[in-house]
């Protein structure tokens, strides 16, 4: 692929992800809501400021820079020093707890499993994984070592590992599909499908497949989740960008309206979009909102000039 068309994609995911967050932010916790009422949200908000999930992916990503490539130490560093930081960007309950018991000497690859019962399967190491499709996008072997290890510094459970895996995955057969190049459904939940090493994800993949024609919302829903469980949000982010995968503005808008973990699902589903489409695709009128978006881009050149 060109370079030039790369960078573009590269931008496109990560500034795709910050606006799904800023966007869903607004409706975290919510109902099931009308397209119309999310996309009138979009044009009232005067300021698209982001959650944990952005703050994690920018954390994930000058680590990634920074020590180019995977590090896991400054990688949980980097987590805490932006943490302590801005503590109040919406972290769920776990991740916090976790830095405390690494800075109390416990090893980054260890602190996690101290905290849940079996490490955590919240989708918080696959919200912020975009980044490691990006850098790995041609060698899906090394994507899910460092999927799964970036994952574990806050979430050890299997569920919560392949969920990233699976969320860096999409993002990177979404970068290597060239925008004009038509995204054929099927073969992508089939690629996503055979990579998934757990029955669950495998099955929650498959009933992606069959929703695709589906219109009632409440069914989606009901079917795939939109909790906060990687379980539950991974595979209705993938949904929701292949529903529509021509447009950024309806993926998001698609994913917000599904209500429940608003910004989690609209972030994944919007960098997924973002790698495909590039940052063009994304409106002007939503980029221009965004908090902080000047150093997103930055990170997001830094990370294409690491990966070419
Ligand atoms: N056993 C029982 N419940 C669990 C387990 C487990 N092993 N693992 C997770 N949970 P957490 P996150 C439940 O705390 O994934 C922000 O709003 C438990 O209810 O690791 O970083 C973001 O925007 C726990 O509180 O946090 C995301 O939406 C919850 O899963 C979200 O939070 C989340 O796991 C990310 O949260
Ligand atoms: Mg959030």
Request: aromatic share 8%; proline share 4%; hydrophobic share 40%.
């Amino acid at each position: 692929m060109h370079k030039g068309r790369l960078k573009s994609k590269f931008l496109g995911c990560l500034i795709g992800a910050a606006i799904g967050d800023g966007l869903g932010a607004w409706r975290e916790g919510r109902r099931i809501a009308e397209k119309e009422d999310i996309a009138s949200l979009a044009e009232r908000v005067e300021e698209l400021a982001y959650t944990d999930d952005t703050h994690m992916t920018i954390g994930v990503v000058e680590s990634l820079i920074q020590s180019r490539g995977f590090d896991g130490e400054h990688m949980a560093q980097t987590f805490i020093k932006n943490y302590e930081t801005e503590p109040w960007r919406g972290y769920g309950p776990g991740p916090p707890r976790v830095f405390r018991v690494i800075k109390s000497g416990e090893p980054w690859d260890s602190a996690a499993s101290k905290i849940y019962r079996g490490g955590s399967f919240g989708n918080g190491s696959a919200m912020r994984v975009a980044p490691v499709g990006l850098l790995y996008s041609n060698n899906p072997a090394k994507l899910r070592e460092i999927a799964y290890k970036s994952s574990s510094i806050t979430h050890s459970h299997e569920l919560g590992k392949e969920g990233a895996a699976l969320q860096a995955y999409a993002v990177a057969l979404a970068l290597n599909t060239p925008s004009g190049e038509e995204i054929d459904r099927e073969a992508f939940l089939l690629k996503l499908q055979n990579f998934a090493q757990t029955q669950l994800y495998k099955e929650k993949i498959a009933n992606t497949k069959e929703l695709l024609g589906e219109q009632d919302r409440a069914r989606v829903v009901a079917v795939l989740g939109n909790g906060i469980e990687a379980l539950n949000s991974v595979p209705t982010a993938i949904y929701c960008f292949l529903k529509q995968p021509k447009s950024y503005k309806d993926s998001v808008i698609y994913a917000i309206s599904l209500g429940g973990d608003t910004d989690t699902i609209a972030s994944m589903a919007g960098a997924i979009s973002g790698a495909y489409l590039g940052i063009e695709a994304i409106p002007q009128e939503w980029r221009l909102k965004l908090e902080n978006k000047a150093y997103i881009e930055d990170l997001a050149e830094k990370l294409w000039q690491t990966a070419t």
